[in-house]
């Protein structure tokens, strides 16, 4: 019972390159196009996904084979649904202000098809530690390609990064001018686009 | 364990069983987190009168203190909130907005001061979902909001509380108006439709609920104004 025995490391590393959720298997695509017009939120949303998708992986193994097979998408949902509903309230009891930030998101998180994903594919047929590891490890692969997209929106969208101010104004002087483009999700999805390309040009190999 | 987990019975005693441990978990959590959040809740909304009056960047505990020391009066009328302030010795009203925005509610308070002419002190405006980088501006960006510092509230000559300050696309008066968010227009138009029902009102409510000058129809009757001009 190696933590950290070779099968497990896959476990936590392929959803980071080979079967990454978004690069490889596209899904979250929908979340990752909303909330990427920054790279503040973007990261939190990042963080939460990771969290919750880590916790309801390790839920669902444990209960996995009391689970009727019949009702297994319903409780899965419910298990998310109640899980990402407690994590809105202790947000909003200890840290009030990055729960006012994410508002939304935080709804949309149960709508994530990576989540509802690896429930289905892995937490029901694996143990309690692997189906963490895969939860962190997709998360982090999701959080990973919305602080890239969020972060490129930024700066050509608003000159910014994080709200600082990143191109000096001189530019501005010489005549640059910030993308309006860049803060319509449609560019996101060419974004996503340009780094899905990248991953299987140079990254990605066929099994 | 031979249970047949594909049965009817199971399935409906299973999900009851799931449905009422969730259910209690929930109930617990919210019970249990309640005084906390509704504490939260409360110096959420002081620390927004406070932004609205350009007062910005304070801790909770701060926030409380300057709160104290800066509002002297509260009152409610309509549903809209008034706040009595005093900064530096100057009254400034402070009133609460409510409105819709593009995919739910936006709120925000606004500072008033200045007894013949009102123009606005200060303004900060809250939202439930705009979109991120686009209508969340209107809460994001204090540059945005710093915007409507200085202008006019009311139309001139106007005896009916005819409310000037408003929201545009095109700047055509900037003592009035403000230029909207771009890529938000909706909801800037929301913002600007806010200003115009919740202020309507607000110059004859302030002079009934503490009896300050705000734009009055009639001129004259400087008692309001008197304390102040000893204060300076």
Known sequence: MALFSKQNKEVFTNPLNLDHPILGQVLGICSALAVTSQLKPAIVMGLAVTVITAFANVIISIIRNTIPNRIRIVVQLVVVAALVTIVSQILKAFAYDVSVQLSVYVGLIITNCILMGRLEAFA????????FLDGVGNGLGYAMILVIVGAVREILGRGSLLGFQIIPDACYDFGYMNNGMMTMPAMALILVGCVIWVHRAYFYKEK | MKLNTNSNAYII???????????????????????????????DVKKQILY?????????????????????????????????CEINGEDILVVSLKGMGLWGGISGFISIHGDDTPTVYGAYFNHESETAGLGAEIKDSQAWQEKFIGKKVFVDDSNTHEVALSVVKKVEDPTTQVDCVTGATLTSNGVDDMIKTCLKDAGKNAVELFSVMMCTPEPADSTAVEPKAEEE
Do not use: C, H, T
């Open chain 2, 52 to 84: 609205s009056l350009n007062i910005r960047d304070l801790d909770g505990s701060e926030a409380e203190a300057k709160y104290a020391e800066v509002v002297k009066q509260e009152a409610e009328k309509d549903g809209q909130k008034y706040y009595l």
């Open chain 2, 13 to 43: 005693i299973y999900s009851a069983i799931l449905v009422v441990i969730v259910a209690f978990l929930l109930a617990f959590v919210y019970q249990a987190l309640k005084p906390m959040q509704d504490a939260n809740v409360a110096l």
């Open chain 1, 124 to 131: 029901m047929q694996n143990k309690p530690w692997p189906s």
